[in-house]
Nanobody, 115 residues
Framework: QVQLVESGGGLVQAGGSLRLSCVAS????????MAWYRQAPGKQRELVAAISSVGSTNYADSVKGRFTISRDNAKNTVYLQMNSLKPEDRAVYYC?????????WGQGTQVTVSS
């Protein structure tokens, strides 16, 4: 089972940028499909962006053109570059790793966007 640790969250003004990182350990990172989810207060957790083990990406409509997911298999790390942040992007962001029936979650990192 892979262990995940997120970092990079914080407070930013609307229009600003943040880059989230998620470092994996405990298994072969490159074979996992990776994703970022977020959960805002009172809302369900939702998929933000995903990148497969072969590098295919997909994004939620709400973040297309603003967020970019990428991975560095040599560093066992997946990133989420977030630009043009909006107050509605405020949430706890979670890293997710999946391979077949195996799935792991990080502890989450808070992103707050002030208007």
């Amino acid at each position: 089972q892979v262990q995940l640790v997120e970092s990079g969250g914080g407070l930013v003004q609307a229009g600003g940028s943040l880059r989230l990182s998620c470092v994996a350990s405990g298994s072969v990172f490159s074979v996992y499909d990776m994703a970022w989810y977020r959960q805002a207060p009172g809302k369900q957790r939702e998929l933000v962006a995903a990148i497969s083990s072969v590098g295919s990406t997909n994004y939620a409509d709400s973040v297309k053109g603003r967020f970019t997911i990428s991975r560095d298999n040599a560093k066992n790390t997946v990133y989420l570059q977030m630009n043009s942040l909006k107050p509605e992007d405020r949430a706890v962001y979670y890293c997710n790793a999946k391979r077949g029936w195996r799935e792991s979650w990080g502890q989450g990192t808070q992103v707050t966007v002030s208007s």
